[in-house]
């Protein structure tokens, strides 16, 4: 969750490990309806004769704040190679390679991205794989977009698109019991200054 801290010079060494094992699945691209040109990685499923015949199960993991698409791979990597599922992981806009570091233009823009690479890249591919067969789409978020998948899954839009909602370390406010008391507070800082005059603009609805 947000208040779990990180060591982050041991995470990197752990992150390389896993890297030289499994390479990271290069950066591609789809188009979010602004016209900026976002990123993701794409895990191929490892089919066995058990999934070729009872479908293709499409993942799309979410990660948290403060981080990107790569600290993801080490799932990402088990779901495709030892369970068979095509796993898609974006960098969400403003990290990673998606965007400018930390901005987005409007609450609820995340959402509308997802909404483009659904419609761009999963469903017409899950269409694609699945000759025919069942076919399951789920929804993986870690972190800050744990929390977001609860919301998704309240939201009949979404109940109509995926049919496994998945949450890891979910983010559901500052004095839930998911929150763990940081040891090392310097693994974010917010910037008052400007986060004030916008909760005050968002209130105005401007």
């Known amino acids: 969750s947000l208040g779990t801290c990180f060591d982050w010079d041991e995470y990197e060494q752990l992150f390389q490990k896993a890297v030289i094992e499994n390479p990271l699945p290069e950066i591609q691209r789809y188009q979010a309806r602004d016209n900026s040109s976002l990123a993701y990685r794409f895990y191929h499923a490892a089919m066995d004769d ?7 199960t499409t993942a799309v993991l979410h990660h948290g704040t403060a981080s990107d698409s790569r600290t993801l ?5 088990q779901l ?3 369970h068979g599922w095509n796993v898609y992981v974006p960098d969400l806009r403003g990290s990673g390679e998606s965007g400018v570091a930390g901005h987005l233009d409007y609450q609820g823009q995340i959402e509308d991205d997802l909404n483009d690479f659904l419609e ?3 469903i017409v591919g899950a269409e694609e794989e699945s000759n025919g ?3 399951k789409l789920v929804f993986i978020g870690h972190s800050s977009q744990g929390g977001n998948a609860w919301r998704l899954a309240s939201l009949p839009e979404y109940q109509n698109v995926f049919d496994v909602f998945v949450s890891i370390a979910p983010m559901l406010g500052l004095t839930e019991e998911t929150v763990q008391e940081p ?9 008052l200054p400007r986060l004030l005059p916008l909760i005050v603009l968002n209130q105005l609805g401007i």
Not at 50 to 56: H, R, W
Not at 183 to 191: E, F, G, P
Request: net charge neutral.
């Open 133 to 135: 067969m069942d076919s």
């Open 120 to 122: 761009q890249k999963i």
């Open 183 to 191: 040891q090392n507070s310097n693994w974010c800082v917010v910037n």
């Open 73 to 77: 791979h080490g799932l990402a990597t």
């Open 80 to 82: 495709s190679k030892h």
């Open 50 to 56: 058990e999934s070729s015949t009872t479908g293709i």
